[in-house]
């Protein structure tokens, strides 16, 4: 069973950055790709940036490429999503999600963290 703990939501400005993490545990974190989804009030979950095991990305929805970058860091067992000039409509609940590599669905997912943009 993996586990997953998001971090680093808040509420600031837009055009401020902010950047989450999202800790693993209760599994081999480099054997798992790691996902970024969100969503708002009413809409439906969005996929933003990805990192598979292998370390290569993908940049998600065309609303965040370019402003939004994914890492990760499996010594500390972590991923992180960079977002830079932040809008308001970047306003979300943020998850973070695992998946078994050479899998396709998201099997293991975080609590979420609350990102809100003011104008």
């Known amino acids: 069973q993996v586990r997953l703990v998001e971090s680093g939501g808040g509420l600031v400005q837009a055009g401020a950055s902010l950047r989450l993490s999202c800790a693993a545990s209760g599994g081999t974190f480099s054997h798992y790709d790691m996902g970024w989804f969100r969503q708002a009030p009413g809409k439906e979950r969005e996929s933003v940036p990805a990192?598979?095991?292998?370390?290569?990305?993908?940049s998600g929805a065309d609303s965040v490429k370019g402003r939004f970058t994914i890492s990760r860091d499996n010594a500390k067992n972590t991923v992180y999503l960079q977002m830079n000039s932040l809008k308001p409509e970047d306003t979300a609940v943020y998850y973070c999600a695992a998946r078994l590599l050479g899998t396709s669905v998201y099997q293991w997912w975080g609590q979420g963290t609350q990102v809100t943009v003011s104008s």
């Open positions: 990192i598979m095991w292998s370390g290569t990305s993908t």
